[in-house]
C-alpha cells in the first residue's frame, strides 16, 4: 500500500563556533517546509541571542556580531515556536549531526526533550551516496544542480535552508519537481522572528571537517 506523502522539515543553524559542549551557542535557526517535494510557503526564521561573544571566525562566515544579537530573544524564549513549527516530521540538514548536536545543547539547556536522530535525514550523507568522490559542501552542490546561489555572500539560517531544499529535492526527485521550487528570497535582514503559523499543527563534539562539510 503505498503511504501519502508527508511534510518534511530542511532546517540550518549558524553557531558562535564549531562544539555545542565547548560553550558554542546558535544564533540563528531558519526552517523551510516541503510537502510532496515542494515548498508551501512556511518558514520559521529567528536570530539568537548567544549570551556569550560571538569570535570574530564566526562572524566572519555568517555576519552576525555580538552587537547585532544584542537585543534578540534567547533561545529559550523561541524554543516553543521552533517546535511547534517542527512538529514530529522528518527533519532535513546538511552535515545533520552539526545543527542536531547544537539544537538539542540549546534544547537541554531550555528544558525540552531532544530530537530524535532517527528522524534526521542528512543530505551530506545523500550526497556522498548518490556522487561518491565528488564535493559535497552545500555551495559545491548548488552548483551542481544550477541552483542559484548568488545571494549566498554569507552564510544564513533561512536562506541556507532555502538552498538546501532545492538541493534535497534534485537529490532525492526528478528535476520536474525541483522544478516547482520557488525562486530563492532574500535572507531578511532586520528580522527577530518569522513565523508562519499553519492551521493545524502537525502531528557529540564537532570537527573542524564537520563544519567545513556544513
Known amino acids: 500500500m503505498l503511504l501519502p506523502p508527508m511534510p518534511e522539515i530542511v532546517i540550518d543553524t549558524e553557531t558562535t563556533g564549531l562544539d555545542p559542549l565547548d560553550g558554542?551557542?546558535?544564533?540563528?535557526?531558519?526552517?523551510v517546509e516541503l510537502y510532496n517535494s515542494s515548498p508551501t510557503g512556511q518558514t520559521f526564521h529567528s536570530y539568537v541571542y548567544p549570551q556569550r561573544v560571538v569570535p570574530a571566525?564566526?562572524?566572519a562566515v555568517h555576519g552576525l556580531t555580538t552587537e547585532f544579537l544584542d537585543d534578540k530573544p534567547r533561545f529559550d524564549a523561541v524554543a516553543d515556536e521552533f517546535l511547534a513549527f517542527v512538529g514530529d516530521v522528518p527533519l532535513v540538514a546538511h552535515n545533520a549531526g552539526f545543527d542536531i548536536a547544537f539544537l538539542n545543547a540549546e534544547l537541554k539547556r531550555a528544558g525540552r526533550a531532544p530530537i530524535a536522530t532517527e528522524r534526521v535525514v542528512d543530505t551530506?550523507?545523500?550526497a556522498r551516496r548518490k556522487h561518491p568522490g565528488g564535493h559535497h559542501t552545500l555551495d559545491d552542490l548548488c552548483?551542481?544542480?544550477g541552483v542559484d546561489r548568488s545571494r549566498r555572500t554569507q552564510h544564513g539560517a533561512l536562506l541556507d535552508a532555502e538552498l538546501l531544499a532545492a538541493?534535497?529535492?534534485e537529490l532525492t526527485c526528478d528535476r520536474q519537481a525541483a522544478m516547482r521550487l520557488d525562486a530563492i528570497r532574500p535572507e531578511p535582514s532586520n528580522v527577530t522572528t518569522i513565523v508562519r503559523v499553519r492551521p493545524n499543527t502537525l502531528p557529540a563534539r564537532v570537527s573542524h571537517a564537520d563544519r567545513a562539510a556544513h
Open 24 to 31: 558554542d551557542r546558535i544564533v540563528e535557526i531558519g526552517a
Open 57 to 59: 571566525d564566526a562572524v
Open 124 to 126: 551530506l550523507v545523500l
Open 143 to 145: 552548483a551542481r544542480y
Open 167 to 169: 538541493v534535497y529535492v
